[in-house]
């Protein structure tokens, strides 16, 4: 099986990559605005487009997320994890995209024995100062904090900024009170660029959407030239992108991507027909 190239078939004329929750989908989902999503993802594929999800959910995790909210549609490739790569094979399965994964794995193992005196430092903070967050780690996640609401994930950014000058290779990423350690090459936006590099589509023919603080390293134009936002996104991304020349739906989630596919492949409705 060769897993050194995606969409072995047929090379793609342009990619489409989306957060999943509070982008792709809403709490709960609309089946009507669901269908109309699927129906421009049909047809944009059926011009030689793939499309993508990029969150940070596990790949299993994401299958049963679109399952719940009625796709009916396959991606032709997940961003996991918001760094592990994985994409639609010859035989109709999902494998690793080159060596990516790999590469990420060793990476993030150094990188945790490696900051093992930042984590000490942080766990003791938490027990001591901030009793409303969380330490999680687990041996198939990167390690990470979860708090009992936004301010007090506030406070724990706040915190691990004032100690970042310390740990050059330290990153994160953020979504509402969850927050995801991760070695500072390695997220939403570098995983998106190797998609791009193996499938040989420049950022000009690219297009992201994203609602949080964790879908910033792919809202760049270095890393695509059509990037959008839902209504519902905060404030800082809604911000980003408008500053980018992006589009920011007047609709939340679903809906609101259905629109910027509109606004970015089509000027004229009726180029929708039969769709």
């Not at 690793?96 to 794995?105: E, Q, S």
């Not at 939403?188 to 390293?217: C, M, Q, W, Y």
């Amino acid at each position: 099986m060769d897993f050194s190239r995606p969409f072995t078939d047929t090379p793609p004329a342009a990619l489409l990559c989306f957060d999943f929750d509070g982008t792709l989908v809403d709490k709960p989902s609309d089946p009507y605005d669901i269908a109309q999503l699927e129906s421009r993802l049909a047809h944009l594929r059926r011009r030689g487009a793939a499309w993508g999800i990029n969150t940070g959910r596990s790949l299993l995790h994401t299958l049963e997320g679109l399952r719940e909210h009625g796709f009916q549609s396959i991606p032709d490739f997940i961003i996991a994890r918001e760094s592990e790569i994985y994409h639609r094979t010859a035989e109709r399965r999902w494998g690793p995209l080159g060596d990516w994964n790999l590469r990420c794995l060793e990476v993030h193992r150094h990188f945790y024995k490696s900051h093992a005196k930042f984590f000490k430092l942080l766990r003791r903070h938490l027990a001591s100062e901030l009793k409303g967050a969380r330490f999680i780690e687990d041996h198939s996640e990167p390690a990470g904090i979860v708090t009992n609401d936004e301010p007090a994930m506030e406070r724990v950014v706040h915190w691990i900024e004032a100690h970042r000058n310390a740990w050059p290779d330290l990153a994160y990423q953020r979504n509402s009170i969850w927050l995801r350690f991760t070695h500072r090459n390695y997220n939403k936006g570098s995983a998106l660029l190797e998609v791009r590099r193996l499938s040989g589509i420049g950022p000009e023919f690219t297009f992201v959407a994203g609602d949080n603080h964790n879908d910033f390293p792919m809202l760049h134009n270095e890393v695509a030239h059509g990037i959008a936002c839902p209504a519902n996104a905060i404030p800082e991304i809604s911000s980003h992108v408008a500053s980018l020349g992006g589009y920011v739906a007047s609709h939340s989630a679903t809906k609101g991507i259905t629109a910027a596919l509109e606004h970015f492949f089509y000027q004229d409705p009726s180029d929708w027909a039969g769709a």
